[in-house]
Structure formats: structure tokens, C-alpha cells
């Protein structure tokens, strides 16, 4: 059975296509991780599942029900997270969270019993008196992520809900959705910080410029690089010959040089670490940083696309 | 219900909001006293009489030059116009409005001269004072130029002084104060769609307006033969009160803004509120807004201005609710039309001046020229001011009735638009 399934989906603005064509399906229970950098399409995507916007074409049943018909039906199950705080401000924790509860049909003891539960979900159980304004940005992701909770979605969609918070907040997060996940609730995660996703997703799909370009388990995805190992070395400054000199005496890896970092893609790196410090010694510029990292995400975009993740 | 909901969090909001809440309700109820406070209350006419009179000479501004004007109006209009501005004639004004009321006919007495005879009359002390009249001022206050009255007396009298400086004073500040205070507004407004708003800025804007006051002009109103005379606190409680009612149907639009911005419309969207619920939220809101703000105004006016209520309450409160339903209707319209903030700012800024000046709350519909006056009963709240100005002058349900039809139809046709060319996914 599966929660979502995506057929087809195309969204058009104007001339711009910000979602081409995707297909894919989403099982009860899954966590399932929308990978992807700027502009790539996930917010689209996301607001086409939660009935926001209409697609150009293609369509989508969540539930068994499609979103060109029974729109309604679907807003029951789903709980949705913008990528902005969508709260009024001036209003606190609790009042944003009964004003919603409201609109979902919740009212005296039931909405203030729900509102508790969630504040103590959310962690943030003694604060929920106060203004959002005084919040610092980790809470508000918090309680944003709250609301989102007020109806007890079958399926919790999350639209980068960790954006420009400290490390502790973010943990808190992460804990809160596996928990979520855990108890039986299907998870729709975008991000993009591939650690989050590698550390919270069962399946994933990755997008860029409006395309699914992978998707599958994460052990499928990470197998999609060949297991390629990733090399990243920082330093400043790479002559074009000394690059051409390294891609001549080791072409079966992927090289790429860009804003002083030279990235190498490919099996056993170890191996040939040597022969690539060699080379890089004789530049005039040191090395600040190196690191090999496992086959990962990361690793994937790159062989997929030839870009990095972040830009 | 999710209407309901949606309306009363947003009020939630609004009345929480101290800058809001200023701009609503402070702001008006300030302009009314300033412009509503009248001569005779500091002086009535019998302690007038007994101060000595004085005498003045006026040197008249040239008058409007339409040229200026030619490139926005049609040839074959010019003669009506050419006609019509003589009624913004400040020269006119001046000397049959103002000299020649009750008030102030016992007090000065006038006569007009050239430039330099007036200087020579000023030297052998036969006039208090000399006031020049600015030039082009018809052209020059439609275009929302200043004008300056300029008054030279003689040093030696420091009663005449005051007296010339407090007839002349008030007067230019009845033509000029509603149209700072909403420029006031639309500052605030424009800075909060970039900034951050200082309250204490305002603060202190508004104490100027009060500190400025002075003493005002009873400017009384030509009226219908058997009616009561309406005098201008009443006019101008009328006429703030309403032309303020436009400002809270901005806030309708600045709310559903917000929502657009925030992802709280998405938010309201999925927890089941359709679009024309949130519509129905932005409408009730700018319903209840308005009521409490009219019922805030005029009875401010009647308790604090001693301004006359109307006899037919039932009538009043009918308006009152007709009023605040077109302002309701226009709100949706533009929640329909205006996507961002530009258009926010294009509607305080631009329109809500066009229709204030229409609807005569920068000056008596009275003294505007002819061509405008018709405009006025087309605007709603030059509809609605006309209303309450009526039913304050005594007149019945009749007088008003087809008023309150025109004011409901207006708020409905709006409020239709509105709802179809809504999108509350498009940016
Ligand atoms: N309402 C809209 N009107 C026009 N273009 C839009 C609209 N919404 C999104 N786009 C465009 O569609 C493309 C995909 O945008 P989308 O927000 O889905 O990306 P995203 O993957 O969520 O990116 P980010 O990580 O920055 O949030 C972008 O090029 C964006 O500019
Ligand atoms: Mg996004």
C-alpha cells in the first residue's frame, strides 16, 4: 500500500518548468527524503502533494485519493511544515496552535489537551505562553513543526525544517521526526543537507533542476555512484595543467576544481592518495584540509549531475 | 465558521498591535479634535465683540493658471473647468468663507488692495496687517503642493497679531492637516514594508499636529433650507471617521498579505479553510474593524467634541453597518487583485488620496469644484460621509436610503470580484 504516488508530474511557471516529470511512490511508514539544492523543485513537489497548487500535468493520489478530485479528503491525512516559519508573530505558541486547531475542528478541552501534547512533543511544554517573536529561530522551527502536528496527519511533510538553526535545535528535531516515523507516521522529508537525510531517511530521491535523477533505499541510491569513494582536498589554488596532469595519470577517477576545492570521485582512494599529493606539492599553495568520505550522497550528486550538492 | 475564525484571529492581532491601533483609531480621533475644535468655543460671539476690532488689507494671489492643467484634461473641458476652479479660488474662500463668518465678521474687517498701497496703509497704521494670498493655489493643491498664506502686521500690536494669526492660521491648517496626517500614514506604512517601524516617530508626529492646533475656524456649511446647520466638528467627525474606514480596509489587505508571505494562507488552505472562507476571514474582519472604529470615532465625537448624534439611530446604525460592509467588499477586492507589497503600497499611497479627496475628507465637498462634486456620491466614502452628514443635519431614513443601497451594492460587486479572481497560490 503506498502513501503517495506521484504519476507523471509536471509544474509549469511560464516558460520555467520547476517540476519535469516526475514518478514515484512512497510506502505507508516510509521516511522518505527529497534530496535536492536550490531551485531544484522539492517545495513544488511538495505543495502539489499537499493540494496547494495545481499541476500543469500528471497526477498524485495520497491515500488512494487524487489530488485533482478529492483534494479535501487528502488535507485530512496530511500535516504539512512550510520552509518558512508560518506563524503570526505576535501571537504565542499556544494561540498559533489553537488558531489552527480550530480550523481543524478542534475546540475547548480536546483543543487545549492537543495543544498541550504537542508543546510537550515539540519540547517547548513551559514556553508556550510566550510571544514567537521572543523564540529564538530553533524554537520557532519547533513549534512550527507543531501546527503541523495538530491533526494527527497519517502523513507529515516537512519542507526543510532545519534551515539556519544551531546544532541543538537540529538534534532535537531529527529525534522528533524518527520518533514520529517510529510511531507509525509516514514521513516526507526534503533537505538539503544530505547527512540529514542519510541519517533520517529510509528511501530517498534526489532532484535537481526539476528532475527525479535518483531515487530508491539509501543503499540502492549510494550504489547508483559505482561505491565511489569522495576525496575532498582545500586548497587555494590549482593550475589548469597541474588538474590536466592528475586526470592524464588517473583517468578512471572523477575530478572536478572549484572554488578552491578539488573533489575526486572513485573506487579505492586510498590508493592513489600518493600520486595525487605529489602533484599537488608542487603548487605554491598548501593544502588546508583533506578528507576521504565513504560512498555517500554527496558523492552521488556529483557523479550524477558533475556539481557539488551545496553550491 | 473557519471565516469566523480566521476573522477574529487577525482582530486578535490587529487590536494587540499598538502601531495598528494608533493609526486606526488615535490618529483619527486626534485629526477630529484638531479639526473640529472650533473659534467659538474659546470665544463666543459676545466676548468677541467686546475685543476691539481690526481691520486688514489682503493683497489677493494671482489666480490658478490652468496651463499647468491642460495636459490632463481634455480641450472641450477647460471652459467647464476654467469655471469650476473659480470655486477652489482661495481669493474667494478667503473673502466670503471665512471674513465674512459670523464669527469673524465682528472681529475683522477687510479691505482688498495692491501690494504697494497696502504697505503704505501698513506704515500710517490705517490696517493691523497685510495678508498676501498665494498664487496658483488651485493648481498647486490639486497637484498636493504647498501653499504658504504669508501675513506681515505691525510690531507694535501684540492683540492683532494673535487674532490674524489665529484665524489665518487654522484656516490653512483645516486645508492642509488631513492631508499631512495621511501622509503620515502612508510613511509608516511604506517604511514597515522595508523596516522596522519606531512607534516613538509617530508619537511625536502626532503631538506636532497637536501642538500646531492652535485655534480653529467654525466653518460652517451651506445647508438646505429647514435644516439644522451642521458645523465642522460634525463634518469632520464624519468625514475622518470614514476616510480611516479606507485605512482599515488596507489592513484587510495587508493581513491576507501576510498570509501570502508566511505560508499561513498554505497553512489555513490544508487545515480544511477554502478560498472562500479565507476570504469570508479577510471580509469579517475588515466588518468588524470598521464598526468598532465608527462606533469608536463618533462617539468620541459626541462625548468628548459634543457633536450632535443623529435623532434616527435606527438609521445611523444601518449606516453605519452599510458603510463598513462597502469597506468590507473593497477589502476582498483587493485581496483579490494585490499579490505583494508594491500594490499594498500603491493603494495607501495612491488611492486612499484620490478617494479622500473625492469623498471630501481633504476638504468640504463644497468648496471643490463643481466637476468633482458628482464624483464624491460615486465614491464609497464620499457616499457614506454625506450619509452621516444628513442624518447629523436631522434628515430620515429616506434622506439616506438610497445611500445605504448604493453602499451595500458597492460591497457586494467588490466582494464578487474579490472572490473570482482570487488565487491564493499565485505570487
Ligand atoms: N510561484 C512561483 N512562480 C514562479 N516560479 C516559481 C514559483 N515557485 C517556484 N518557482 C520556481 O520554480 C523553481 C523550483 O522552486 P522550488 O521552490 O520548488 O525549489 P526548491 O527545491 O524548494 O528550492 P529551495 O531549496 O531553494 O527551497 C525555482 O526556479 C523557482 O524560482
Ligand atoms: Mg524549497
Known amino acids: ?311 | 465558521m473557519h471565516g469566523l475564525f480566521i476573522a477574529l484571529n487577525d482582530l486578535k492581532i490587529t487590536l494587540k498591535d499598538r502601531k495598528v491601533t494608533t493609526i486606526l483609531l488615535l490618529m483619527p480621533i486626534l485629526l477630529i479634535t484638531v479639526l473640529g475644535s472650533a473659534l467659538s468655543s474659546a470665544f463666543t460671539p459676545d466676548t468677541m465683540t467686546d475685543l476691539h476690532q481690526i481691520t486688514i488689507a489682503i493683497v489677493e494671489g494671482e489666480a490658478a493658471n490652468l496651463n499647468d492643467l491642460e495636459r490632463f484634461i481634455p480641450m472641450d473641458q477647460m471652459e467647464e473647468i476654467e469655471t469650476s476652479l473659480s470655486d477652489l479660488d482661495i481669493n474667494r474662500i478667503v473673502k466670503e468663507e471665512v471674513l465674512q463668518s459670523e464669527d469673524i465678521k465682528s472681529l475683522v474687517s477687510y479691505e482688498v488692495l495692491d501690494h504697494h498701497t497696502a504697505l503704505s496703509k501698513l506704515q500710517a497704521k490705517d490696517v493691523a496687517g497685510i495678508v498676501y494670498l498665494p498664487d496658483q493655489f488651485a493648481n498647486r493643491y490639486i497637484m498636493g503642493n504647498k501653499s504658504e498664506i504669508k501675513i506681515v502686521t505691525n510690531t507694535d500690536s501684540q492683540i492683532d497679531q494673535m487674532i490674524l494669526d489665529a484665524v489665518f492660521r487654522s484656516f490653512s491648517d483645516q486645508l492642509s492637516l488631513p492631508r499631512i496626517a495621511v501622509s503620515v500614514v502612508q510613511e509608516e506604512n511604506i517604511k514597515e514594508g522595508v523596516g522596522t517601524f519606531s512607534f516613538s516617530k509617530t508619537g511625536e508626529d502626532i503631538q506636532s499636529l497637536v501642538s500646531d492646533k492652535g485655534i480653529s475656524l467654525e466653518f460652517l456649511q451651506k445647508t438646505e433650507a429647514g435644516k439644522q446647520l451642521i458645523s465642522s466638528k460634525e463634518y469632520y467627525t464624519s468625514a475622518v471617521a470614514v476616510m480611516f474606514m479606507l485605512f482599515s480596509a488596507g489592513y484587510g489587505l495587508m493581513n491576507m498579505l501576510h498570509d501570502r508571505d508566511h505560508y499561513t494562507l498554505m497553512r489555513q488552505l490544508i487545515a480544511g479553510a477554502s478560498k472562500f472562507q479565507m476570504l469570508l476571514g479577510k471580509f469579517l474582519y475588515t466588518l468588524f474593524l470598521c464598526v468598532i472604529q465608527l462606533s469608536i470615532l463618533f462617539a468620541y465625537g459626541y462625548i468628548a467634541m459634543g457633536i450632535r448624534l443623529p435623532s434616527d439611530l435606527l438609521a445611523f446604525m444601518i449606516l453605519i453597518c452599510a458603510a463598513s460592509f462597502a469597506m468590507a467588499g473593497l477589502s476582498v477586492l483587493l485581496c483579490g487583485i494585490v499579490k505583494n507589497q508594491r500594490g499594498a503600497v500603491i493603494f495607501q499611497g495612491l488611492i486612499i488620496n484620490i478617494l479622500s479627496l473625492l469623498g471630501g475628507s481633504f476638504i468640504p465637498i463644497e468648496v471643490m469644484p463643481k466637476i468633482f462634486r458628482p464624483l464624491a456620491d460615486l465614491t464609497p466614502n464620499g457616499r457614506a460621509s454625506r450619509a452621516f452628514v444628513h442624518l447629523i443635519e436631522g434628515g430620515q431614513w429616506s434622506s439616506i436610503s438610497s445611500s445605504v443601497l448604493m453602499l451595500f451594492g458597492f460591497g457586494t460587486l467588490c466582494l464578487l470580484i474579490g472572490v473570482c479572481v482570487f488565487r491564493p497560490a499565485e505570487r
Open chain 1, 1 to 311: 500500500m503506498y502513501m503517495v504516488e506521484i504519476n507523471n508530474l509536471t509544474k509549469k511557471y511560464g516558460s520555467l518548468t520547476a517540476v519535469d516529470d516526475i514518478s514515484l511512490k512512497i510506502e505507508t511508514e516510509d521516511l522518505y527524503g527529497l534530496l535536492g539544492p536550490n531551485g531544484a523543485g522539492k517545495s513544488t513537489t511538495i505543495s502539489t502533494i499537499s493540494t496547494f497548487i495545481q499541476p500543469t500535468s500528471g497526477d498524485i493520489l495520497v491515500g488512494g485519493h487524487s489530488i485533482l478530485t478529492k483534494a479535501s479528503a487528502i488535507r485530512k491525512l496530511i500535516g504539512l511544515v512550510p520552509q518558512d516559519v508560518a506563524l503570526y508573530p505576535t501571537l504565542t505558541a499556544r494561540e498559533n496552535l489553537s488558531f489552527f486547531g480550530k480550523l481543524y475542528g478542534l475546540r475547548g478541552k480536546d483543543l487545549s489537551k492537543k495543544a498541550d501534547e504537542i508543546l510537550e512533543t515539540v519540547g517547548l511544554r513551559d514556553r508556550g505562553n510566550e510571544k514567537i517573536d521572543t523564540y529564538s529561530g530553533g524554537m520557532k522551527r519547533r513549534i512550527n513543526i507543531g501546527v503541523g502536528l495538530m491533526n494527527d496527519p497519517k502523513l507529515l511533510i516537512l519542507d526543510e525544517p532545519t534551515v539556519g538553526i544551531d546544532p541543538q535545535s537540529r538534534n532535537h528535531i531529527l529525534e522528533t521526526v524518527k520518533n514520529l516515523n517510529q510511531r507509525g507516521m509516514t514521513v516526507i522529508y526534503t533537505s538539503h543537507y544530505m547527512e540529514e537525510v542519510e541519517f533520517l531517511c529510509k528511501h530517498i530521491g534526489i532532484m535537481d533542476q526539476g528532475k527525479l535523477i535518483a531515487q530508491g533505499s539509501k543503499e540502492e541510491v549510494c550504489a547508483l555512484a559505482g561505491n565511489e569513494e569522495t576525496l575532498t582536498i582545500h586548497i587555494s589554488q590549482l593550475s589548469a595543467q597541474h588538474l590536466q596532469q592528475l586526470q592524464t595519470i588517473l583517468p578512471e577517477y572523477t575530478m572536478h576544481y572549484g572554488d578552491g576545492i578539488l573533489t575526486v570521485l572513485g573506487k579505492k582512494i586510498h590508493s592513489v592518495l600518493g600520486d595525487i599529493l605529489t602533484i599537488l606539492n608542487t603548487e605554491k599553495s598548501k593544502i588546508t584540509s583533506l578528507d576521504v568520505q565513504e560512498p555517500n550522497l554527496e558523492s552521488v550528486f556529483l557523479h550524477l549531475t558533475g556539481r557539488a550538492l551545496r553550491d
